[in-house]
Every structure is written in C-alpha cells, then in structure tokens.
C-alpha cells in the first residue's frame, strides 16, 4: 500500500523544490525582473551614449574635412579675427559694475 503513493509523493516533493527555487530561490523570479528593468534603463543610456558619440565624429570628421569649422572655433573660443576685419566689442553699465540687471 505504501508503495502505491511513493511516486505522487516524490513528484509533490519534487513540485514544491522547484516552486520554492523559482519563487524564493538564487535567481528567482524577482531577481529576474529587476535584472530585465537595470537591462532596459542600460539600453536607454546607451542609446544616449550613441547618439553623443555620433554627434562628436561628425565634430571630428568636420575638423578634418572643411575650415570652417576650424574658423568657427579659432572665433568663437580664441576670439580671433581675418585680418581685414574689425572688432567691436559693446560694453554695457551693468557688465562694468558687476551688477546683474
């Protein structure tokens, strides 16, 4: 008579082993989901690297290729001019003082 219930009782000893492993277990369900959010917010950050990066080869590349770039930047960061042209620089009251308006 006991041998007639040894195989359901092992497969409900085997059934509970695996629930508790999936729920409650190293790498359950929880740790899963959250693996597959960090996956996700990872992509998004990515995604933004990429698109930084592609923007700074162009960058680069339009330094190689054209002088205008490099022209843009000689004026815009070294304040430097052609040299036929003229600088006139507008100082306003406020920029003299160090007030702010």
């Not at 085997?14 to 960090?38: H, M, P």
């Not at 590349?61 to 006139?88: K, Q, T, V």
Request: include cysteine; charged fraction near 25%; glycine fraction near 4%.
């Amino acid at each position: 008579m006991l041998a007639k219930w040894k195989l359901p009782i092992l497969l409900v000893i085997i059934l509970g082993y695996l629930q508790y492993a999936f729920w409650c277990g190293k790498n359950n369900i929880f740790d899963y989901q959250q693996n597959v959010n960090t996956v996700e917010l990872m992509k998004i950050e990515n995604n933004k690297l990429k698109l930084r990066n592609e923007q700074m080869f162009a960058e680069i590349s339009n330094l190689y290729d054209g002088s205008d770039a490099i022209e843009e930047r000689a004026r815009s960061h070294l304040g430097m001019i052609e040299p036929d042209e003229h600088f006139y620089r507008i100082v306003t009251r406020s920029s003299i003082s160090g007030e702010e308006q």
